[in-house]
Each structure stands twice: as structure tokens, then as C-alpha cells.
């Protein structure tokens, strides 16, 4: 916890509780030191316009930041956060507009002497926060912002580290220890709202309230609050057995009618579940089972994997671009906007990706191994699109879209940071094929495939017309050609690859903007006479 400032000049008796994420009542220092000794409780969100907002020129629906699945989640968490406080006395004070202006506006107005809210690491809330602080220190209000999102403080695990984050999971764990406990406090009833003076109040809104239609509703099939949460991971807990052998990536990514992991991500990004919380549920089932699996690929490993990103993040300068990042392998990744949105659009004619981006643009939410795939596919495997362009379609689409977490694995996938095989790639046709071979993922979230004989649902383009025209499924008509070979994409990528590791090797890491043009201009140039003889070649052979 840390204490940001504390002031004997403080104001008022009331306190203000700013929710942001940390969207629940469990688990939540901020909430129970703003209780302590207050006569008021304001609890307070902050709707900014920025994040909710319809954009109509987005790709999808949705504001320009966020997609419409992750809005009503965080809608449908504050509604239920609304109504748990009002059981216990209170009610949410719901705002709209620049959240720093409006806060200051309310605590000018309101009587408050201690304002508290989840400390965040993202550069927004960092930026955010520096101008609330500064008005409430300056004004004598007594600032309490504790780290609760994450079982770890990253500052604490990268002072342990001399300064640096550390960079390796094991590293990371070696540091970590043990997290602190959750708190235990439940309440019966919480101090009453004071006087609201002039600010203009609002209840939740609907997605309607936003400027939304209810035909542009999406179709995730998860709630979201705190209740949900709680509920979901009761039910996970149950099946003691299931946690305990829990192994990733041995799951099966293509299992959509009960997935193989837990979704609790969108639940954990807003803070509806604590991850202290859900770390303590897993050691209760590992007490009464000791024969469990172990970090990284058990799921107490799952936890411990997100808050090795978030303080990967937190210590990295420009985590979320390549340019100036230093743990950011320089590689001169396509502009290919055509084959950026033939992805996005889940149209590159490799069903196995369509589907899962689908699922994406549906759900909001697929199994860690098909974002593999998809991210693979998009980058180092096969289109060579910069993963920052794939970064923003699923930090905009993703209901668990979270910017440590979202960067981190990019960076990942892509053979950026923390993972290097990049001759290690996921066939779009095989992989999937392993853990369905019936297809029937595909068929579910690409119907225009249903009828497609199984021998060919993973390669339609190979299934002779009479086939293609009795499964009502033109390849070319009704469902694309693939945008590029597998095995000539794939060949190629690993080619690039291989030469900005070597150029890399070359200048100790240190490639210039420069360097990069350079080598992008030398790889183009190679691609282009690579099709030039082989379009000889077909001319000899034709
Ligand atoms: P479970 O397997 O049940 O794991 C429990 C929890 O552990 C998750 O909810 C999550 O909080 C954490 N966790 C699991 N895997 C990872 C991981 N690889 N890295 C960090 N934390 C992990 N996860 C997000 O929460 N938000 C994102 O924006 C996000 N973007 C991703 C982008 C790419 C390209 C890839 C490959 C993965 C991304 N992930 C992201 C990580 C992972 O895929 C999801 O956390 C996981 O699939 C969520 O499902 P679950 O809750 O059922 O996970």
C-alpha cells in the first residue's frame, strides 16, 4: 500500500471513494480506508466521454477507444457494483466528462478530507493522476492510492531488481515471493452520501443513454460485475481436480461450448475480482490437493504471468510501440493495410483464423493459444504486418483488453520481446485441425462453411468445384481465396526475421530508423526479384 500523502490540514469529514477499475467491493483497501472515520462516503465514477462515446467512423462499433462488447461490460460492472453498494446504504455517483475536471469540480464542492482510489500503473491513469494529486495535496485533501489491481507492486519488484524490471518469468518469480493477503472486510452498511451541491448526478446508464443503437449490441456472451465474477470463480473452484491439474497451453483453444480456462480475464481487467483473491482461492484448492502443477503452466502460473507483464510494462519506457522501446527487437515490419483488414475482417481465407477472429469481433474473448495463432499469423508467420496494427484491433475488441497485459504478449508473438523462435510458426491449416479435426469451431463461427466436407474445412480452396457448389460455398464468391501461400508467406517471413536478428546481432541492438529503412528497402527488394524468377520460372515450366 503506500500512503501517496498525508496532511494534518485536512479538509472535510467526507471521503471520496474514485473507482476506476478495482470495480467491486472485496478486496478493495481504497474502499475501506475511505470508510474509516468518515462521516460521508462519496462513492464516485467518472464517465469519460473519450472512451465511451460512439465513434461512427470506427471499424466497429463502439467509441473511438473501445469496442461496444467492452463498453456494456463495464456498464453492466457498474451497474452491479451500484446496486451491491446500495444494499449496504450507499448508491454509485455516476459523472460525466474530463475525469480530472469533473473530480476537481466535485471535491471543490463536496466536503471531503481524504480522497482514495486504486493506484494504476497505465500511462493514462499515471498522466490522469499527476493532476488530481497535485489539485488535492494543494488543496489539503489527504491522498490515499493504493496498488490492488496486481498481487505485486511492480515498483517494489523492480527496486529488488536494482532499477530494471526483470525480463524473464523466472526471474520475475524469484523476486516475487509470496503476495499479500486480500483484505477480509465485509461491510454491513456504509457511511451515507453527503450533500451533492451543484454536480450533475447521474445513475448508470444504458448503452441507449450513450448514443448507441440496441441493434449495433454485440454478442459476448459474459457479464460483466463483481457478482458475476464471484460467481464464476465459485464454479471454477468447485472442480478442485480441474484447478490442480490446470496446464497451459495443453487446453484446447477450439472448445467454445465450455471452454477450457477460466474467462475470468475481462473480470480481472476491470477489477470486479481481485487477483489476490482469486491467488488465495487457488492455494485453498492446492491445500486440500497437494499434487498440483506448477508455475508457469498451472493457473495459480496464470496470475503470476500477468503481473510479470504488468511490472515488464511499468519499468519499460515506450512499452507499447517499437520505436524507443529497448526491450523492442527493430524489425521492419509491412505497411499492408489490404492485408491488415482482410485479417481484422477475418477474411484471409484460412478458416481457422477467420473463425477465431469472429469469435474476437463476437465474444470479445478467445483462448490464449488462438490469439497465438491470429498474432502469429498476422506478424512473424505469415502476413509480417507490424504487430502494433494487430495490437490495436484486439485493444480495441478484446472485453480483457488490457494494455500491459495486450502489449506484452504482441511483443511476444511477434518475436519482439521475450520469445525469439520466430522459426517456430502456427500453421493456419494444421494447428487448429490437432484439437478439432471436425472443424466444428469453424463451422460455429463461420456458418457460410457449415456444409463444407471435413476433409476440406481447414483448406477449402482445395475442394473440387462440385464439392465446393453441393456445400453451398463458393471458394472466390462465398468465402475468400487465401490472401497469401502458407508456405511461401511463411518461408519469407522467416527470411526477414532472420535478418533483422542478424542486423540486430551486428549492431548490439542498437538499429537506427536508418538501419531500419535500409534493411526494409534490401528485404523489398529481394521479395521483388524473388517474384520476378519465379514468375520466370512458371513462364519456362507454362
Ligand atoms: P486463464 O488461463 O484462466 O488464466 C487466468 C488469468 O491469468 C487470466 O484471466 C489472465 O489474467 C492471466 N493470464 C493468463 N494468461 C496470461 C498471459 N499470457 N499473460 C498475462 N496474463 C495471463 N490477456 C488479457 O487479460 N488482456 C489482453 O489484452 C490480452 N491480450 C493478449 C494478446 C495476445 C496476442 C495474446 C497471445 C494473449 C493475450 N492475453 C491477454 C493473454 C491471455 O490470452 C488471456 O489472459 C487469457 O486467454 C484469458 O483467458 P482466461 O481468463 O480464461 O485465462
Redesign the pocket.
Known amino acids: 500500500m503506500r500512503l501517496t500523502s498525508s496532511s494534518s490540514m485536512t479538509l472535510g469529514s467526507g471521503s471520496m471513494i474514485w473507482f476506476r477499475k478495482g470495480i467491486r467491493i472485496h478486496d478493495n483497501p481504497a474502499l475501506e480506508y475511505a470508510t474509516r472515520g468518515c462521516s460521508n462516503l462519496y462513492p464516485l465514477f467518472v464517465i469519460d466521454p473519450h472512451y465511451m462515446k460512439p465513434d461512427p467512423n470506427a471499424f466497429s462499433p463502439g467509441s473511438s477507444r473501445a469496442g461496444l462488447n467492452r463498453i456494456s461490460f463495464l456498464l453492466e460492472s457498474l451497474g452491479d457494483l451500484d446496486v451491491n453498494l446500495k444494499k449496504i446504504g450507499s448508491r454509485l455517483l455516476v459523472l460525466k466528462g474530463d475525469p480530472s475536471e469533473v473530480l476537481i469540480r466535485c471535491l471543490k464542492q463536496w466536503n471531503i478530507g481524504k480522497l482514495c482510489f486504486e493506484y494504476d500503473t497505465d500511462p493514462y491513469y499515471q498522466a490522469l493522476d499527476i493532476k488530481v494529486k497535485d489539485y488535492a495535496l494543494k488543496a489539503g485533501i489527504e491522498v490515499f492510492s493504493p496498488v490492488s489491481h496486481t498481487l505485486f507492486n511492480p515498483t517494489d519488484i523492480i527496486q529488488k531488481n536494482g532499477g530494471k524490471p526483470p525480463l524473464s518469468y523466472q526471474s520475475f518469480v524469484n523476486l516475487a515471493g509470496e503476495p499479500p493477503s486480500p483484505l477480509a472486510t465485509k461491510y454491513s452498511s456504509l457511511p451515507p452520501v453527503g450533500p451533492l451541491g451543484s454536480c450533475d448526478i447521474s445513475e448508470v446508464p444504458t448503452i441507449k443513454d450513450l448514443g448507441y443503437e440496441d441493434d449495433q449490441l454485440e454478442f459476448s456472451p459474459f457479464k460483466g460485475g463483481e457478482s458475476e465474477a464471484l460467481r464464476r470463480l465459485e464454479e471454477?473452484m468447485k472442480d478442485k481436480t480441474w484447478v490442480a491439474n490446470?496446464e497451459?497451453p495443453k487446453?484446447n483453444p477450439s472448445a467454445f461450448l465450455k471452454?477450457?480456462?477460466?474467462?475470468?480475464?475481462?473480470?480481472?481487467?476491470f477489477g470486479c475480482l481481485s487477483?489476490r483473491y482469486?491467488y488465495q482461492c487457488i492455494q485453498d484448492v492446492y491445500k486440500s490437493l497437494p499434487k498440483h502443477t506448477s508455475p508457469p503452466v498451472s493457473?495459480l502460473g496464470?496470475?503470476l504471468?500477468?503481473?510479470?507483464?504488468y511490472t515488464a510494462a511499468f519499468g519499460t519506457p515506450n512499452f507499447d510501440s517499437m520505436k524507443d522501446n529497448r526491450i523492442c527487437k527493430q524489425i521492419p515490419w509491412k505497411d499492408d493495410d489490404k492485408l491488415l483488414e482482410a485479417w481484422r475482417d477475418a477474411k484471409t481465407g484460412f478458416p481457422w483464423i477467420d473463425a477465431i477472429m469472429v469469435q474476437l469481433r463476437q465474444w470479445g474473448?478467445?483462448?490464449?493459444?488462438?490469439?497465438?495463432s491470429?498474432?502469429c499469423f498476422l506478424t512473424r508467420g505469415d502476413l509480417f504486418v507490424h504487430?502494433e496494427k494487430?495490437?490495436d484491433v484486439?485493444?480495441r475488441l478484446?472485453i480483457?483488453?488490457?494494455?500491459?497485459?495486450?502489449?506484452?504478449?504482441?511483443m511476444?508473438?511477434s518475436c519482439s520481446s521475450f520469445f525469439y523462435q520466430y522459426n517456430r510458426i502456427y500453421s493456419p491449416t494444421t494447428f487448429g485441425k490437432k484439437y478439432d479435426p471436425d472443424g466444428d469451431y469453424i463451422r460455429h463461427f463461420l456458418p457460410v462453411l457449415k456444409d463444407m466436407p471435413k476433409a476440406y474445412i481447414y483448406e477449402p480452396w482445395t475442394a473440387p468445384p462440385s464439392i465446393q457448389t453441393k456445400a453451398n460455398c463458393i471458394i472466390g464468391k462465398d468465402y475468400p481465396m487465401p490472401v497469401v501461400s502458407h508456405d511461401s508467406a511463411s518461408k519469407e517471413c522467416k527470411r526477414k526475421m532472420g535478418e533483422a536478428y542478424a542486423l540486430s546481432k551486428a549492431l548490439n541492438g542498437l538499429v537506427s530508423e536508418d538501419d531500419l529503412k535500409n534493411l526494409r528497402r534490401k528485404l523489398d527488394k529481394g521479395e521483388e526479384q524473388g517474384t520476378k524468377s519465379k514468375r520466370s520460372r512458371q513462364l519456362l515450366i507454362g
Open positions: 471454477c490446470f497451459k487446453g471452454p477450457a480456462t477460466t474467462i475470468l480475464s475481462p473480470y480481472l481487467k487477483s482469486f493457473l496464470q496470475l504471468w500477468r503481473d510479470f507483464f474473448w478467445m483462448h490464449h493459444l488462438a490469439r497465438h491470429v498474432a504487430w494487430g495490437r484486439f485493444e478484446l480483457d483488453s488490457d494494455w500491459a497485459i495486450n502489449n506484452g504478449n504482441w511476444w508473438l
